[in-house]
């Protein structure tokens, strides 16, 4: 199930390696192993896209290829993972990060009423005070959420291929007894 359920909706990788935005990595886009469906693969993708996704920063598509390139993992599935972060979570996902990095860093969590003047200024002066407990409770959900995803996707895998090899087992019983 998993293979097949994935393989359905995976993208050419030809076109993929061809696609204007990716050109940047050149030659690299030639491993074999970025498009093989296997347990390992499968799960390092997904565990990169969930891991960037909850970063703040911008180019999630292109910072998920970067590490799925080196990391030798299904870089369709991590590049489309990173949009379980998408304009609808967005603000949950940062927030929940923003939450948990100004707890651990023993700030106060911003006041209801914050005088938001998005010029350069204020960006200067109160986005760094923002963007530093984000980031870190970003990386801290994001490896959290990753290491669920790694393992989640291995168990389910495992548990797919027992299952399988049970039904394959109960089927041959039944055709020599029958």
């Known amino acids: 199930m998993p293979k097949k359920f994935i393989k359905r909706y995976m993208p050419d990788h030809n076109k993929i390696?061809?696609?204007k935005s990716l050109r940047i990595f050149g030659t690299l886009l030639h491993d074999p192993n970025l498009w093989h469906l296997n347990r390992r693969s499968v799960a390092a993708g997904?565990?990169?896209g969930l891991f960037v996704a909850f970063l703040p920063l911008p180019l999630h598509m292109l910072i998920?290829?970067?590490l799925a390139i080196p990391l030798r993992a299904n870089l369709p599935l991590a590049v489309?993972?990173?949009w379980v972060n998408n304009p609808f979570t967005i603000v949950p996902f940062y927030y929940?990060?923003?939450q948990l990095g100004a707890a651990l860093m023993g700030r106060a969590a911003l006041p209801r009423e914050t005088d938001l003047?998005?010029?350069i200024a204020w960006l200067l002066n109160e986005g760094w005070d923002i963007l530093q407990p984000m980031?870190?409770?970003g990386v801290i959900v994001g490896l959290i959420c990753a290491l669920l995803g790694y393992v989640g996707m291995r168990l389910l895998w495992r548990w797919h291929v027992v299952h399988r090899l049970h039904a394959r087992q109960r089927g041959v019983r039944h055709r020599k007894s029958g």
Do not use: N, Q
Request: net charge neutral; hydrophobic share 55%; aromatic share 4%.
């Open 17 to 19: 390696r061809t696609h």
């Open 46 to 48: 997904i565990a990169i």
């Open 64 to 66: 998920a290829a970067a």
């Open 80 to 82: 489309a993972v990173v």
């Open 96 to 98: 929940l990060g923003y």
């Open 117 to 119: 003047d998005p010029g």
């Open 135 to 137: 980031m870190l409770g």
